[in-house]
């Protein structure tokens, strides 16, 4: 069974002070992992799909790597409008359905 | 491009009622479409998928069902609300066969009184 955790459940920042997510997880030949934000009250909104150890996604301040056991998102000098919940997702074997994350609710301060 | 729509935004129902949340896909043919609920710190939870008309999959027996009348029209529904259907819907797409990236629909509320 494909496994998913996220941590920290929660992170708060200073504008400007740059950290990671993590994602950790258990897959059976992994086919994709995925990071998306949410908004409160939104839908979530597609971020980076990656595929293969080694690889690396950016947009704008965020930056997705990917190991055999583990994705990070880097967040470098982020802004209060970073502020969200960062979900990931992993999928694997001949599933179509992908297993999330419970999230990381991220505050970055002004 | 492809974009996806889910009615209404926000639904306060009475126990015992019925209930008809419709998502529509733009821009692409035969996606995969996906329901899930989403609960406060408990994560996505999947209802039901399908992956071409009339072909519904249920991941969680419950008081619901889905049906696909046309390629890129997916609906749940309930004959009779419980108050443990309250919640956040989720509509989301992929395409099809090769699966992979999901796209959200915005969402619907629903409230269950």
């Known amino acids: 069974e494909d496994q998913v955790t996220q941590s920290p459940e929660a992170l708060r920042l200073q504008e400007g002070e740059s950290s990671s997510l993590n994602c950790s997880y258990t897959?059976?030949?992994?086919?994709?992992l995925f990071w998306y934000r949410q908004d409160p009250g939104k839908g979530p909104e597609f971020l980076f799909t990656l595929y293969s150890a080694g690889e690396e996604k950016e947009k704008e301040r965020l930056k997705a790597t990917l190991t055999k056991k583990e994705s990070f998102l880097h967040i470098t000098a982020p802004k209060p409008e970073d502020s969200a919940t960062y979900l990931c997702?992993?999928?694997?074997?001949?599933?179509?359905?992908?297993?999330f994350g419970r999230g990381t609710s991220l505050i970055v301060h002004p | 491009s492809q974009t996806i729509h889910q009615w209404p935004a926000t639904l306060v129902q009475p126990v015992g009622s019925p209930l008809s949340l419709e998502c529509t896909v733009e821009g692409t043919s035969n996606p995969n479409l996906y329901w899930y609920r989403q609960a406060a710190g408990r994560g996505l939870q999947l209802l039901f998928y399908s992956v071409g008309i009339g072909q519904i999959s249920s991941e969680v027996p419950q008081n619901l069902s889905a049906s696909r009348p046309q390629d890129r029209q997916f609906i749940l529904s309930s004959k009779k609300l419980l108050l443990s259907d309250s919640g956040f819907y989720l509509c989301?797409?992929?395409?099809?066969?090769?699966?992979?990236?999901?796209?959200f629909g915005p969402g619907t509320r629903l409230l269950v009184l």
């Open positions: 897959v059976s030949g992994l086919r994709g």
């Open positions: 997702a992993v999928l694997g074997g001949g599933s179509y359905i992908p297993t």
């Open positions: 989301a797409w992929s395409f099809g066969l090769a699966g992979e990236t999901q796209y």
